[in-house]
T-cell receptor, first 117, second 117 residues
């Protein structure tokens, strides 16, 4: 079973509009972390935002916010006021504990976002 | 100073050859990872080390051998290269935390693009 599911392979958004990228996850742990990364066409992985499973408030970082709905096991990324530079692949990821106490970070398949002028 | 640096950035080689990719981090992190990103952009964890100890070893062919001489370095050696090994290999590091819901994000290197002809 997929640990992280991103159901939108591609999305379009008009410049200056807001966009939501979906992410659902599957874990039976109580303690876990959720991340979003951006990968522009240049290839580097850029960390955007983090949400811990015990955090009661949704994480925000500038124009990025994470809509965390624990009961639904969803961690959607909201980008407000889209810019042309937001065009990229976006990956949702989850860190959870493995047997032996160590942690593993698993990535979703990504969503390609294109911002239209 | 680059936080996580990988060399080489590009690698073109023939099938059957052996090659190595080196990774170094200057963040003082104790956990390092190798991820493989295939042509469909899917990021899959291969290995993880914590303080030089191998803690995650996914179902990777034993032609792939990681080595961590100290906690700041994690190298990847690949024997008998095959066409299917063509991919971008990312090194990453993070702080270890006992709680998966705590700790920081993964810091990625720029990636090493391996092309096997």
């Amino acid at each position: 079973a997929q640990k992280i599911t991103q159901t939108q392979p591609g999305m379009f958004v008009q410049e200056k509009e807001a966009v939501t990228l979906d992410c659902t996850y599957d874990t039976s742990d109580q303690s876990y972390g959720l991340f979003w990364y951006k990968q522009p066409s240049s290839g580097e992985m850029i960390f955007l935002i983090y949400q811990g499973s015990y955090d009661e408030q949704n994480a925000t970082e500038g124009r990025y916010s994470l809509n965390f709905q624990k009961a639904r096991k969803s961690a959607n990324l909201v980008i407000s006021a889209s810019q042309l530079g937001d065009s990229a692949m976006y990956f949702c990821a989850m860190r959870e504990r493995q047997s032996g106490g160590y942690q593993k970070v698993t990535f979703g398949t990504g969503t390609k976002l294109q911002v239209i002028p | 100073d680059t936080a996580v640096s990988q060399t080489p950035k590009y690698l073109v080689t023939q099938m059957g050859n052996d090659k190595s990719i080196k990774c170094e981090q200057n963040l003082g992190h104790d956990t390092m990872y190798w991820y493989k990103q295939d042509s469909k952009k899917f990021l899959k964890i291969m290995f993880s080390y914590n303080n030089k100890e191998l803690i995650i070893n996914e179902t990777v062919p034993n032609r792939f051998s990681p080595k961590s001489p100290d906690k700041a370095h994690l190298n990847l050696h690949i024997n008998s290269l095959e066409l299917g090994d063509s991919a971008v290999y990312f090194c990453a590091s993070s702080l270890h935390s006992r709680l998966a819901g705590a700790g920081g994000e993964l810091f990625f290197g720029e990636g090493s693009r391996l092309t096997v002809l």
